[in-house]
Structures are given as structure tokens and as C-alpha cells.
Nanobody
């Protein structure tokens, strides 16, 4: 059983920053990618950023230059540093892990950016 625990969401004003964390635990032999997705009300879930085991990163165009994804020193952890937040970044953010034994999602953490 693999569990993902997310933290770091909250409410900020436009221009502010938040840092999301995700820690995976359980029987995990290896992880291919760890990433963050978000879903705003009435919209489909979309990729925000992903990082591979080798450290390669991919970002959604609207967050490039503002968000940074990184893996922690602890095994199977990933962070999303979000700077210069905009109201359109408001969404539930989900951690996703693609592991050798399957794909797993976190429970989601709310990020609200007010203008």
C-alpha cells in the first residue's frame, strides 16, 4: 500500500508564495516520476510540473519561471515552490507518483490566491 501525504496549501494574496510538499510511503521499490497537478472548479485536472528520477523537469507554460519542482533529500519526497502567485493559480493541487508498482495520487491540497 502506497500513501502520499501532501501539505503546504493555503490562502495567499496575489504575488505571494507557497511551498507544497508531498511524501510517499509504503512498499516502493523505485519511482519513475513525481509531479504536481491541479484542478480548478469546473475545469479538468492539468499537469503543473513533473520531475523524473534523473532530475529532468517539465512545467506547464503558465507556471514557467514562477514555480519550481524539486525532489527532497528524503527518499520519495517532492516539493513545489510557487512564487508570484496569481488568482488563476487557485485550485486543488494533487501530488502524483508513477512508481514501479503503479500510479498513485495524493488527497489534494487547496491553494487559494486572492487579488
Amino acid at each position: 500500500q502506497v500513501q502520499l501525504v501532501e501539505s503546504g496549501g493555503g490562502s495567499v494574496q496575489a504575488g505571494g508564495s507557497l511551498r507544497l510538499s508531498c511524501a510517499a510511503s509504503g512498499v516502493i521499490f523505485s519511482i519513475a516520476t513525481m509531479g504536481w497537478y491541479r484542478q480548478a472548479p469546473g475545469k479538468q485536472r492539468e499537469l503543473v510540473a513533473v520531475i523524473t528520477a534523473g532530475g529532468s523537469t517539465t512545467y506547464e507554460d503558465s507556471v514557467k519561471g514562477r514555480f519550481t519542482i524539486s525532489r527532497g533529500d528524503a527518499k520519495f519526497t517532492v516539493y513545489l515552490q510557487m512564487n508570484s502567485l496569481k488568482p488563476e493559480d487557485t485550485a486543488v493541487y494533487y501530488c502524483r507518483v508513477v512508481a514501479s508498482i503503479g500510479t498513485y495520487w495524493g488527497q489534494g491540497t487547496q491553494v487559494t490566491v486572492s487579488s
